[in-house]
Protein backbone atom coordinates (compact mmCIF):
# COMPACT_ATOMS: atom_id res chain seq x y z
CA UNK A 1 0.00 0.00 0.00
CA UNK A 2 1.49 3.23 -1.00
CA UNK A 3 1.71 6.73 1.30
CA UNK A 4 -0.85 8.12 -1.05
CA UNK A 5 -3.00 5.07 -0.32
CA UNK A 6 -2.71 5.31 3.00
CA UNK A 7 -3.90 9.06 3.33
CA UNK A 8 -6.74 8.18 1.11
CA UNK A 9 -8.15 5.36 3.62
CA UNK A 10 -7.44 7.07 7.26
CA UNK A 11 -8.39 10.81 5.25
CA UNK A 12 -12.68 10.89 6.54
CA UNK A 13 -11.54 9.20 10.14
CA UNK A 14 -9.57 12.29 10.58
CA UNK A 15 -11.71 14.97 9.08
CA UNK A 16 -14.57 13.13 11.13
CA UNK A 17 -11.72 13.35 14.23
CA UNK A 18 -11.75 17.03 13.24
CA UNK A 19 -14.95 17.96 13.63
CA UNK A 20 -15.48 16.02 16.54
CA UNK A 21 -12.47 17.90 18.05
CA UNK A 22 -13.90 21.37 17.46
CA UNK A 23 -17.05 20.91 18.74
CA UNK A 24 -15.76 19.99 21.96
CA UNK A 25 -13.87 23.20 21.42
CA UNK A 26 -16.85 25.32 20.77
CA UNK A 27 -18.33 23.39 23.48
CA UNK A 28 -15.82 24.53 26.40
CA UNK A 29 -15.56 27.94 24.87
CA UNK A 30 -19.63 28.46 25.10
CA UNK A 31 -19.33 27.36 28.79
CA UNK A 32 -16.54 29.00 29.40
CA UNK A 33 -17.67 32.58 28.26
CA UNK A 34 -20.66 31.61 30.85
CA UNK A 35 -18.30 31.08 33.20
CA UNK A 36 -16.19 34.42 32.94
CA UNK A 37 -19.35 36.70 33.18
CA UNK A 38 -20.55 34.88 36.24
CA UNK A 39 -17.11 34.60 37.85
CA UNK A 40 -18.60 36.42 40.78
CA UNK A 41 -21.25 33.76 41.74
CA UNK A 42 -19.17 30.93 40.86
CA UNK A 43 -16.49 33.00 43.41
CA UNK A 44 -18.52 32.93 46.22
CA UNK A 45 -20.42 29.47 45.83
CA UNK A 46 -16.40 28.06 46.23
CA UNK A 47 -15.43 30.38 49.32
CA UNK A 48 -18.86 29.33 50.80
CA UNK A 49 -18.04 25.64 50.06
CA UNK A 50 -14.74 25.71 51.92
CA UNK A 51 -16.22 27.33 55.08
CA UNK A 52 -12.98 29.48 55.58
CA UNK A 53 -13.92 30.93 58.63
CA UNK A 54 -11.29 33.23 60.21
CA UNK A 55 -8.92 33.44 57.08
CA UNK A 56 -9.02 36.80 55.23
CA UNK A 57 -9.32 36.40 51.47
CA UNK A 58 -8.09 38.98 50.29
CA UNK A 59 -7.46 40.68 46.53
CA UNK A 60 -3.78 41.96 46.09
CA UNK A 61 -4.26 43.60 42.36
CA UNK A 62 -6.98 45.37 41.16
CA UNK A 63 -6.19 43.29 38.13
CA UNK A 64 -7.05 39.96 39.75
CA UNK A 65 -10.91 40.63 39.14
CA UNK A 66 -9.90 39.28 35.38
CA UNK A 67 -7.74 36.30 36.34
CA UNK A 68 -10.70 35.04 38.83
CA UNK A 69 -12.88 35.61 35.87
CA UNK A 70 -10.20 33.80 33.85
CA UNK A 71 -9.95 30.63 36.21
CA UNK A 72 -13.73 30.37 36.35
CA UNK A 73 -14.02 30.06 32.40
CA UNK A 74 -11.65 27.59 32.80
CA UNK A 75 -13.34 25.49 35.28
CA UNK A 76 -16.86 25.86 33.68
CA UNK A 77 -15.43 25.08 30.71
CA UNK A 78 -13.23 22.21 31.54
CA UNK A 79 -16.37 20.37 33.18
CA UNK A 80 -19.14 21.13 30.31
CA UNK A 81 -16.49 19.94 27.72
CA UNK A 82 -15.46 16.45 29.55
CA UNK A 83 -19.47 14.71 28.80
CA UNK A 84 -19.20 16.24 25.67
CA UNK A 85 -15.72 14.84 25.19
CA UNK A 86 -17.11 11.19 26.49
CA UNK A 87 -20.00 11.18 24.37
CA UNK A 88 -18.20 12.17 21.22
CA UNK A 89 -15.88 9.75 21.82
CA UNK A 90 -18.02 7.21 22.26
CA UNK A 91 -20.31 7.61 19.34
CA UNK A 92 -17.06 7.55 17.07
CA UNK A 93 -15.62 4.39 18.32
CA UNK A 94 -19.24 2.87 18.19
CA UNK A 95 -19.17 1.38 14.31
CA UNK A 96 -15.12 -0.33 15.38
CA UNK A 97 -16.54 -1.86 18.43
CA UNK A 98 -18.89 -5.30 18.64
CA UNK A 99 -22.13 -5.09 20.90
CA UNK A 100 -20.57 -6.18 24.02
CA UNK A 101 -17.76 -3.64 23.68
CA UNK A 102 -20.08 -1.36 22.77
CA UNK A 103 -22.22 -2.01 25.95
CA UNK A 104 -18.78 -2.03 28.01
CA UNK A 105 -18.33 1.27 26.80
CA UNK A 106 -21.53 2.81 27.53
CA UNK A 107 -21.21 1.08 30.94
CA UNK A 108 -18.63 2.94 31.74
CA UNK A 109 -19.74 6.88 30.75
CA UNK A 110 -21.28 7.27 33.58
CA UNK A 111 -18.87 5.42 35.99
CA UNK A 112 -16.04 8.27 34.16
CA UNK A 113 -18.57 11.29 35.14
CA UNK A 114 -18.84 9.71 38.77
CA UNK A 115 -14.99 9.38 38.96
CA UNK A 116 -14.55 12.54 37.87
CA UNK A 117 -16.77 13.92 40.36
CA UNK A 118 -15.15 12.14 43.38
CA UNK A 119 -11.78 13.22 42.03
CA UNK A 120 -12.80 16.70 42.09
CA UNK A 121 -14.03 16.84 45.12
CA UNK A 122 -11.42 15.16 47.00
CA UNK A 123 -9.28 17.56 45.30
CA UNK A 124 -11.20 20.45 47.03
CA UNK A 125 -11.29 18.59 50.17
CA UNK A 126 -7.26 18.20 50.29
CA UNK A 127 -6.53 21.98 49.47
CA UNK A 128 -9.41 22.86 52.43
CA UNK A 129 -6.82 20.45 54.77
CA UNK A 130 -4.22 22.82 53.16
CA UNK A 131 -6.06 25.76 54.06
CA UNK A 132 -6.92 25.03 57.63
CA UNK A 133 -3.56 23.74 58.08
CA UNK A 134 -1.94 27.34 57.39
CA UNK A 135 -4.72 28.99 59.59
CA UNK A 136 -3.13 26.77 62.44
CA UNK A 137 0.13 27.46 61.98
CA UNK A 138 -0.61 31.30 61.66
CA UNK A 139 -2.70 31.59 64.69
CA UNK A 140 -0.16 28.72 66.42
CA UNK A 141 2.53 31.79 65.56
CA UNK A 142 -0.26 34.72 66.53
CA UNK A 143 0.42 36.01 63.19
CA UNK A 144 -2.19 37.26 61.02
CA UNK A 145 -3.36 34.84 57.83
CA UNK A 146 -3.89 36.56 54.90
CA UNK A 147 -4.84 34.77 51.09
CA UNK A 148 -4.40 35.87 48.00
CA UNK A 149 -8.29 35.07 46.66
CA UNK A 150 -6.40 34.24 43.18
CA UNK A 151 -3.98 32.31 44.07
CA UNK A 152 -6.09 30.68 46.09
CA UNK A 153 -8.83 29.68 43.78
CA UNK A 154 -6.31 28.94 41.21
CA UNK A 155 -4.69 26.37 43.25
CA UNK A 156 -8.00 24.40 44.33
CA UNK A 157 -9.44 24.84 40.34
CA UNK A 158 -5.99 23.13 39.26
CA UNK A 159 -5.53 20.49 41.60
CA UNK A 160 -9.13 19.33 41.82
CA UNK A 161 -9.30 19.48 38.01
CA UNK A 162 -6.32 17.27 37.45
CA UNK A 163 -7.19 14.97 40.27
CA UNK A 164 -10.63 14.47 38.32
CA UNK A 165 -8.68 13.32 35.10
CA UNK A 166 -6.22 11.83 37.12
CA UNK A 167 -9.54 9.18 38.98
CA UNK A 168 -10.18 8.34 35.12
CA UNK A 169 -7.21 5.94 34.77
CA UNK A 170 -8.73 2.84 36.21
CA UNK A 171 -11.23 2.82 33.29
CA UNK A 172 -8.72 3.48 30.71
CA UNK A 173 -6.93 0.43 32.30
CA UNK A 174 -9.78 -1.64 32.54
CA UNK A 175 -10.76 -1.34 28.86
CA UNK A 176 -7.38 -1.36 27.91
CA UNK A 177 -6.84 -5.05 29.01
CA UNK A 178 -10.47 -5.45 28.04
CA UNK A 179 -9.90 -4.83 24.43
CA UNK A 180 -6.57 -6.83 24.71
CA UNK A 181 -4.30 -3.83 23.90
CA UNK A 182 -2.24 -4.63 27.19
CA UNK A 183 -1.98 -8.19 29.11
CA UNK A 184 -3.39 -8.56 33.04
CA UNK A 185 0.03 -9.84 33.96
CA UNK A 186 1.76 -7.22 32.38
CA UNK A 187 -0.11 -4.54 34.05
CA UNK A 188 -0.04 -6.20 37.87
CA UNK A 189 4.17 -6.41 37.07
CA UNK A 190 3.99 -2.33 36.96
CA UNK A 191 2.53 -2.11 40.38
CA UNK A 192 5.91 0.21 41.25
CA UNK A 193 5.69 2.42 38.36
CA UNK A 194 2.38 3.07 39.01
CA UNK A 195 3.27 3.87 42.92
CA UNK A 196 5.91 5.80 41.38
CA UNK A 197 3.96 7.45 39.08
CA UNK A 198 1.22 8.18 41.06
CA UNK A 199 3.46 10.20 43.58
CA UNK A 200 5.24 12.52 40.96
CA UNK A 201 2.14 13.56 39.68
CA UNK A 202 0.95 14.22 43.21
CA UNK A 203 4.08 16.36 44.18
CA UNK A 204 3.24 18.46 40.56
CA UNK A 205 -0.19 19.40 42.19
CA UNK A 206 0.01 22.97 44.03
CA UNK A 207 0.19 21.56 47.65
CA UNK A 208 3.52 21.17 48.60
CA UNK A 209 3.90 19.78 51.78
CA UNK A 210 5.09 15.91 52.00
CA UNK A 211 1.73 15.07 53.95
CA UNK A 212 -0.66 16.36 51.36
CA UNK A 213 1.39 14.69 48.74
CA UNK A 214 1.18 11.60 50.49
CA UNK A 215 -2.40 12.03 50.66
CA UNK A 216 -3.55 12.55 47.24
CA UNK A 217 -1.04 9.77 46.23
CA UNK A 218 -3.31 7.54 48.15
CA UNK A 219 -6.09 7.10 46.23
CA UNK A 220 -4.58 7.03 43.24
CA UNK A 221 -2.46 3.80 44.66
CA UNK A 222 -5.87 2.50 45.80
CA UNK A 223 -7.82 3.29 42.88
CA UNK A 224 -4.65 1.35 40.73
CA UNK A 225 -5.50 -2.20 43.19
CA UNK A 226 -8.71 -1.89 42.82
CA UNK A 227 -8.28 -1.91 39.27
CA UNK A 228 -6.29 -4.94 39.44
CA UNK A 229 -8.58 -6.72 41.72
CA UNK A 230 -11.63 -5.69 39.32
CA UNK A 231 -9.88 -7.29 36.19
CA UNK A 232 -8.57 -10.24 37.76
CA UNK A 233 -12.56 -10.74 38.75
CA UNK A 234 -13.51 -10.17 35.07
CA UNK A 235 -11.14 -12.39 33.71
CA UNK A 236 -11.80 -15.15 36.03
CA UNK A 237 -15.66 -14.98 34.75
CA UNK A 238 -15.07 -14.94 31.53
CA UNK A 239 -12.97 -18.08 31.69
CA UNK A 240 -15.54 -19.85 33.60
CA UNK A 241 -18.04 -18.55 30.84
Same mark, same amino acid.
Given at each position: ?21 ? $? ?19 ? +?????MLQLD ?17 ? *? @? ?37 ? @?????? @??? +? ?13 ? @? *? ?17 AIITT ?24 ? +???AKQRP ?18 ? *???? $? ?15 ? $? ?8
Amino acid at each position: MTAEDTINKYFPYLLEIRKRLL $LAVSVMLVSGFLGFFYYDRIV +AAMVKMLQLDGINIVFTSPFQYVELAMS *S @ALLIGLVSAIPFVIWQLLSFLKPALKDPEYRLVVFMLPL @ALVLFA @AGF +AFGVLMMKYVVVLFQ @A *SATKLNIGNYLDVSALLTAIITTSSLMGLAFQFPLVLTALVHFKAVKY +AWLAKQRPWAYLSSFIFSIMLPPTDVL *SDVL $LTLPLVILFELTLILNR $LLLKSHQRG
